[in-house]
């Protein structure tokens, strides 16, 4: 056997769920485990070969779990990463019909863009041309469209047309569709919801700002007028009919009302039906987050974790743990594509001058194509946290380093917030319905 080690993506919370005794979280595997303070003790002091004199039964699932190892993990994720980057046999787009939207969210980025484009039925021809044209080249296995705007059913046809067509060709060639929609959900009648089925839409993400009054404040029509009720009367019919996923966006004017939308949910019966909660900071518009010089001013962290460990004890969220992620804008196949047929490689960059990387009619070479040099510096190979963070988010390093390709890192987040989460999750696991202390 060849010498062995403990990972370095694992992380020791002691004296839970009892004292005396740890949780060990792997960020990689995303295993989570307990053990005594004799097991703690022994994973400590043995290494090399010696990890070979610990019964077979547990040595093995120590591996299986990825607690303890025989590679070099950094090399190991470093490879993963480049697989990422390299990897052209999977293609997900998201497709942007339209910059229109029915509403006036008070805090939406899209505001600097001109909200009067409309994607054309010749380019919805040649937006699905393109994409059938992608799976051929890259022998695709896998595709995914996120129908996303604006309000993306404000301009519905060209979504009827990508996704029939799409969805045949895909079924034509044995490539595995999964189709999904960011929307606000006040177009999103049971009638509509009936036609996105009809084309293989599966999942939804729609937003719900808090209770009436609050929501109500902060997402309202162009008119003036209140978007909850009808939002909440087409969520009855769309969670009998898809996997629904609700977002909050929380600044320091919602976060009590955010408590009372998980309550609403609740009592109207959507434990276990509504897919997940998520609790998010409200990022500011490009523009003013360069003026501040960071992309979520108002946010408490502390408030996000709290809120999403109070969902899960109401069934609105089935698994606190974070998932591995790697940055769409170092992949090949993680695009971007607005109602013109320009490319991008994130939304949070549409019609930023220079992040344009190409378009379905040609290739430019723009300032974005500068990540194809992104390399991860020494101390994020060396963190537990890689695996979860893989050197941050690029918009946040842009706005707050006003460097693309710096390193973004939150590991005072991670530090804080996967102890509680962790142990809510693991407390929620087995039956116990109460938030663990977090002291």
């Not at 942007?96 to 010749?122: H, N, V």
């Not at 569709?177 to 929307?183: D, F, G, H, N, R």
């Not at 919801?193 to 293989?200: N, Q, T, V, Y």
């Not at 009720?229 to 976060?255: P, Q, R």
Request: aromatic share 8%; proline share 3%; hydrophobic share 35%.
């Amino acid at each position: 056997m060849n010498s062995m080690k403990l990972s370095q993506f694992n992380i020791f919370i002691e004296d839970y769920p009892h004292k005396g005794c740890y949780l060990v979280y792997n960020t990689l595997s995303r295993a989570l485990i307990e053990i005594d303070s004799i097991g703690f003790s022994m994973l400590h002091s043995l290494g090399g070969h010696k990890f070979s004199t610990l019964e077979e039964t547990t040595l093995q699932k120590l591996q299986k779990c990825g607690i303890i190892v025989e590679k070099d993990e950094a090399s190991s994720f470093n490879a993963i990463l480049n697989a990422h980057r390299e990897k052209v046999d999977e293609l997900h787009v998201m497709v942007l019909t339209t910059l229109e939207c029915p509403m006036k969210c008070i805090y939406c980025y899209q505001g600097r863009i001109e909200d009067k484009k409309r994607m054309s039925p010749e380019t919805a021809n040649d937006v699905a041309s393109w994409i059938e044209e992608q799976l051929q080249r890259r022998d695709a296995k896998k595709c995914s469209i996120t129908y996303c705007g604006g309000e993306p059913l404000a301009n519905l046809t060209p979504i009827e047309y990508i996704g029939n067509r799409i969805s045949k060709y895909c079924q034509s060639k044995g490539i595995r569709l999964s189709s999904a929609m960011i929307t606000s959900g006040i177009l999103l009648t049971p009638d509509i919801a009936d036609i996105l089925e009809s084309i293989g839409v599966k999942y939804l993400q729609i937003t719900l700002d808090g209770d009436k009054e609050t929501h109500d404040k902060r997402r309202k029509k162009k008119d003036g007028s209140g978007t909850f009720d009808i939002i909440m009367e087409n969520l009855a019919y769309l969670v009998e009919h898809f996997h629904v996923t609700v977002t909050c966006n929380v600044d320091s004017m919602n976060y009590e009302s955010a408590y009372r939308l998980v309550d609403i949910m609740a009592s109207k019966g959507y434990a276990d039906k509504i897919k997940k909660m998520f609790f998010g900071p409200v990022s500011a518009p490009f523009e003013l987050a360069k003026i501040h010089g960071v992309s979520c001013p108002n946010t408490n962290n502390k408030d996000l974790v709290s809120l999403s460990i109070y969902a899960a004890e109401h069934g609105l969220n089935s698994d606190l743990r974070p998932d591995s992620m790697i940055c769409g804008m170092l992949s090949q196949t993680h695009l971007v594509i607005d109602s013109d047929g320009g490319i991008y490689t994130c939304p949070a960059f549409l019609d930023m001058e220079g992040y344009r990387t190409e378009s379905i009619y040609q290739s430019d070479n723009t300032e974005a194509n500068e990540l194809a040099d992104f390399v991860l510096e020494e101390e994020c190979m060396k963190c537990t946290y890689l695996p979860i963070c893989s050197g941050g988010c690029r918009y946040n390093a842009l706005i707050e380093q006003n460097n693309i390709m710096a390193m973004n890192c939150i590991k005072e987040y991670f530090s804080y917030s996967l102890p509680l989460l962790l142990k809510a999750h693991y407390s929620l696991r087995h039956g116990n319905v109460k938030s663990p202390d977090s002291n």
